[in-house]
């Protein structure tokens, strides 16, 4: 089964009632004048984050929604009912974009975030309202307005603070197995992992960070090699990424030529990204002799100087974990507090993210325009790769323990 992390809805506020054209009439009280009431307002649309939704995909099963219209007035200057609010649940994380016009109508980052995303028509004026000394028997009235109408996308990304980034079989569902409570497959070939999962670290009681696993990224991942860039997404929430890197490949290759291989893909994918704060953890020590081991971190020294961080692990022999999980909290900490404390540096990552998310959007919507392409010209080499790319639907996994 395939869980969903983007959906198109569209939703409809609606009516507002009509106003009514009505005249009192009761015996013995001739002419009795107007009483026509106003309609009552239409009902909007609401979105709210709920924590106790991970996925979108109740929305592909249903994609309308409408709230109820207002009642038209009536006689005996009766106002008409107003049409109930409609609010539709969605998980925390959920970005909702204006399907037609593109524009970001909102994030919902908290529980309980409500956003207003169709406003109810207006209700319509009674004939009572358009009483005046010179019109005693109005016959006016006005119509309730329409209800707002959009098409809305909306978007899950998961929420995570910490993202690993690496080849495939690097061992990144490993890491998050032994830091975590999630259990993602792990197994000893490429793209195991299909879909991204979260895990929570806890450190001790009140300190605890949310770690991504993404589906493993290869050479060329930005021209849609593999399975593409598209899985990047969801790193462009988290603080911190950890590239993660398999020291003993099965296929010979050089770890430090696939450092410098996924780093490029990054940086096609966004620079904003690729600017992040990121750390080199070394896998599978264990398959390392000491000698070889420090070779290694001699030559990363050297050819990855970009490099600041250099963690040595082993998630088989569990070696390194705690000294790397204590750091990763350390770090968030830092950033957190100097959030709080410095309301530009929140600014300034409001900017970095938006940024993220632009560059990011744009690669995967070129790569989308480039695959269309090679299908209406099947003589090209890559439109036979084998993989089908259309079906963007991601099965999140939200694991907390
Ligand atoms: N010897 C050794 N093997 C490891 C270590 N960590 C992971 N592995 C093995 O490496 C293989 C791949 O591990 P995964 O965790 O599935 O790798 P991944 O990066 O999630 O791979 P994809 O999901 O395909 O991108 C598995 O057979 C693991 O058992 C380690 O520290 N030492
Ligand atoms: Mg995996």
């Known amino acids: ?109 908290n529980a309980g975030d409500r956003l207003l995303v169709a406003q109810g028509g207006f209700h319509g004026l009674g004939n009572i309202r358009f009483k005046s000394s010179t019109n005693r028997a109005p016959r006016q009235t006005t119509p309730g307005s329409e209800g707002e109408a959009r098409r809305l996308r909306l978007e899950l990304k998961l929420l995570a603070d910490i993202g690993l980034l690496g080849m495939p079989n690097a061992g990144k569902s490993s890491l998050i197995t032994a830091v975590s409570a999630a259990r993602p497959k792990i197994a000893n070939y490429p793209f195991t992992t299909l879909v991204p999962s979260l895990g929570v670290v806890s450190i001790e009681a009140h300190r605890s960070f949310v770690m991504a696993d993404i589906p493993g990224l290869i050479a060329g991942a930005a021209e849609g090699a593999g399975l593409g860039i598209r899985f990047l997404k969801h790193l462009t929430r988290t603080r911190l990424l950890l590239h993660l890197v398999d020291v003993m490949p099965p296929d010979g290759a050089d770890p430090i030529d696939s450092v410098d291989q996924l780093d490029d893909e990054l940086s096609a994918f966004s620079a904003a990204l690729a600017s992040r704060p990121r750390w080199l953890v070394l896998n599978k020590i264990d398959l390392l002799s000491d000698d070889d081991l420090a070779n290694l971190l001699a030559r990363v020294k050297v050819e990855l100087p970009q490099y600041e961080h250099v963690y040595a692990i082993s998630t088989v022999a569990r070696l390194g974990l705690k000294p790397l999980s204590g750091n990763i909290m350390s770090c968030l900490e830092d950033i957190w507090l100097q959030e709080e404390e410095d309301p530009e540096a929140l600014l300034k990552e409001q900017e970095t993210q938006s940024a993220m998310q632009v560059e990011g959007r744009n690669s995967i919507a070129e790569l989308a325009e480039r695959r269309a392409a090679e299908k209406n010209n099947p003589s090209s080499e890559s439109a036979e790769d084998g993989i089908d790319d259309d079906d963007n639907d991601v099965e999140v996994e939200y694991v907390r323990d």
Do not use: W
């Open 1 to 109: 089964m395939k869980f969903v992390d983007e959906a198109i809805i569209s939703v409809n506020a609606g009516k507002g009632g009509n106003g009514a054209l009505s005249f009192r009439r009761e015996k013995y009280i001739p002419r009795g004048g107007p009483d026509g009431g106003d309609g009552g307002d239409g009902g909007s649309v609401y979105l709210e984050a709920s924590a106790s939704l991970n996925t979108l995909i109740d929305f592909r099963f249903q994609p309308r929604y409408r709230a109820e219209s207002g009642r038209g007035g009536q006689g005996k200057s009766c106002t008409g009912h107003k049409g109930e609010d409609k609010t539709l649940e969605v998980p925390i994380g959920t970005t909702v974009i204006d399907e037609d016009t593109g524009e970001t109508l909102g994030d919902l980052l």
